[in-house]
Protein backbone atom coordinates (compact mmCIF):
# COMPACT_ATOMS: atom_id res chain seq x y z
CA UNK A 1 0.00 0.00 0.00
CA UNK A 2 1.07 3.90 -0.87
CA UNK A 3 1.73 6.12 2.15
CA UNK A 4 -1.33 7.93 1.20
CA UNK A 5 -3.39 4.41 1.55
CA UNK A 6 -1.97 3.94 4.53
CA UNK A 7 -2.71 7.31 6.33
CA UNK A 8 -5.87 6.79 5.28
CA UNK A 9 -7.20 3.34 6.76
CA UNK A 10 -9.81 3.01 9.22
CA UNK A 11 -8.32 0.80 11.94
CA UNK A 12 -10.60 -0.52 14.84
CA UNK A 13 -7.71 -0.50 17.11
CA UNK A 14 -4.76 1.65 17.70
CA UNK A 15 -2.27 0.52 20.33
CA UNK A 16 0.40 2.81 21.17
CA UNK A 17 3.74 1.34 22.56
CA UNK A 18 5.90 4.40 21.99
CA UNK A 19 6.89 4.01 25.68
CA UNK A 20 8.22 0.48 25.07
CA UNK A 21 11.78 -0.55 24.15
CA UNK A 22 11.32 -4.52 22.02
CA UNK A 23 9.89 -6.75 22.87
CA UNK A 24 7.00 -3.89 24.14
CA UNK A 25 5.55 -3.15 21.09
CA UNK A 26 5.02 -6.79 20.04
CA UNK A 27 3.72 -7.92 23.38
CA UNK A 28 1.07 -4.94 22.97
CA UNK A 29 0.32 -5.75 19.81
CA UNK A 30 -0.30 -9.63 20.70
CA UNK A 31 -2.70 -8.39 23.67
CA UNK A 32 -4.92 -6.21 21.52
CA UNK A 33 -5.21 -8.65 18.33
CA UNK A 34 -7.83 -10.73 20.53
CA UNK A 35 -9.71 -7.82 20.75
CA UNK A 36 -10.86 -6.76 17.20
CA UNK A 37 -12.38 -8.92 14.54
CA UNK A 38 -11.48 -11.03 11.64
CA UNK A 39 -10.69 -8.19 8.85
CA UNK A 40 -10.19 -5.45 11.17
CA UNK A 41 -7.25 -3.49 10.91
CA UNK A 42 -4.89 -2.47 13.76
CA UNK A 43 -2.13 0.00 14.04
CA UNK A 44 0.86 0.08 16.10
CA UNK A 45 2.50 3.23 17.54
CA UNK A 46 6.08 2.03 18.31
CA UNK A 47 9.28 4.00 18.65
CA UNK A 48 11.28 0.84 18.64
CA UNK A 49 13.31 0.63 15.04
CA UNK A 50 13.09 -3.25 15.71
CA UNK A 51 8.92 -2.88 15.94
CA UNK A 52 9.16 -2.72 12.13
CA UNK A 53 10.75 -6.27 11.51
CA UNK A 54 8.84 -7.75 14.41
CA UNK A 55 5.13 -6.80 13.33
CA UNK A 56 6.10 -7.96 9.75
CA UNK A 57 7.50 -11.21 11.08
CA UNK A 58 4.97 -12.18 13.73
CA UNK A 59 2.12 -11.68 10.85
CA UNK A 60 3.28 -14.36 8.72
CA UNK A 61 3.93 -16.67 11.08
CA UNK A 62 -0.06 -16.13 12.81
CA UNK A 63 -1.35 -16.01 9.49
CA UNK A 64 -2.13 -11.95 9.60
CA UNK A 65 -1.73 -9.39 6.73
CA UNK A 66 1.32 -7.06 7.24
CA UNK A 67 -0.27 -3.65 5.29
CA UNK A 68 3.33 -1.55 5.70
CA UNK A 69 4.33 1.25 7.86
CA UNK A 70 4.40 5.16 8.02
CA UNK A 71 6.75 6.92 9.73
CA UNK A 72 5.98 9.94 11.98
CA UNK A 73 8.45 12.78 13.97
CA UNK A 74 10.09 9.99 15.99
CA UNK A 75 7.55 7.20 15.69
CA UNK A 76 6.67 4.64 13.07
CA UNK A 77 2.63 3.69 12.34
CA UNK A 78 2.59 0.63 11.43
CA UNK A 79 -0.47 -1.33 10.26
CA UNK A 80 -1.57 -5.29 10.11
CA UNK A 81 -5.11 -6.61 9.29
CA UNK A 82 -6.42 -9.68 11.33
CA UNK A 83 -7.16 -12.41 9.00
CA UNK A 84 -8.23 -15.34 11.58
Request: glycine fraction near 10%; hydrophobic fraction near 35%.
Amino acid sequence: MTQDELKGLEVAKSVDARGTACPGPLLEAKKAIGTISTGDIMEILSADEGTRVDIPKWCTKKGHEYLGSVEESGFFKIFMKKNK
